[in-house]
């Protein structure tokens, strides 16, 4: 049976004690974040915070609102990963109520190069860029497209959520899981006595995240993710309460379909590469499923996933890899 879905409103209760708003994420495809406010004593939490613009802070004010919530009962805001429509409103959530901000390690020791060291990280990226084949008249309009958003309010969390943590709520259990993949550091929140799993862009019901090789990534992120997923059956059939979409059951199910898909994907760049594919960048322009095309955020994306399904083939030894600049792709004899 394949996931079923729930439908929700712009803002609804998702569960008892559960308000969830649907936040805009201007310009993008994706067109909202999934905020959940839980409740905690006299007040809530809130699962992710938002895209740091002003027209999506009136958003979640207007939604929390719609469900009695002022900004000033957010106690602490739970960042599921670092990406900019998750993290974007997290620091101004932070200087207008005083509340603490929350993160897993691994993703809060990525803040300061990703949105503070701008230019360390455009040359990072540059050099990701030429290791992957990318002609020269590409690699700056690139690098520059993959500097992230100088409007946004930077904060570094209070509270590091580790694997098994307990969240600081009142009157309600909410334990981290880390679920690396997405991003080193990203955290799906499970309440066993409600049934519930957070699952911020780990699990969605019907598009699969994008899980990409890139400068802040892990070695192996495809490796990472696939494990995270067998990892999320130890839940049973928890109601999922994504990042984006909407919530949904069939766990397994979900999990079963995002495995087979990158399967499938591993045998295409396989054969990709068989059929003379050299580079991240010739596999990236030649898939079915990820032709770059559109904002320039949307092929560095595309390009970043090519190259994750390549390293993965490293690590099953179906592939190997040469050379620096760029690294070059062949099949493993």
Known sequence: ?????????????????????????????????????????????????????????????????????????????????????HYGLAGRLHEETGCWVAMHPADAGLIDARYRRREEMRRLNRAWLVAAGAPAAEVEDTAESMAVLATMSVVDPDVLLEHGDNVPLTGRTLRAVHTPGHTPGHLCLYDPDAGILFSGDHLLPRITPNIGYHTQSDPDPLADYLASLRATLDYGEPLVLPGHENRFRGLADRVAALTAHHEERLDHVEALVRAGARTAWEVCHSVEWAVPRGPRYVQRSALAEAYAHLIHLETRNRLRRSGTAPQIWTVAT
């Open 1 to 85: 049976m394949p996931a079923k879905w729930l439908e929700l409103p712009y803002a609804a209760e998702a569960s008892p004690g559960v308000w969830v708003v649907a936040v805009p994420i201007p310009d993008n495809p994706l067109r909202y974040v999934l905020v959940y406010a839980v409740a905690s004593g006299d007040g809530v939490v809130l699962v992710d915070a938002g895209w740091g613009a002003a027209v999506s802070f009136e958003a979640l004010r207007e939604g929390l609102t719609a469900g009695g919530i002022g900004l000033d009962a957010v106690r602490g805001v739970v960042v599921t990963h670092l990406h900019p429509d």
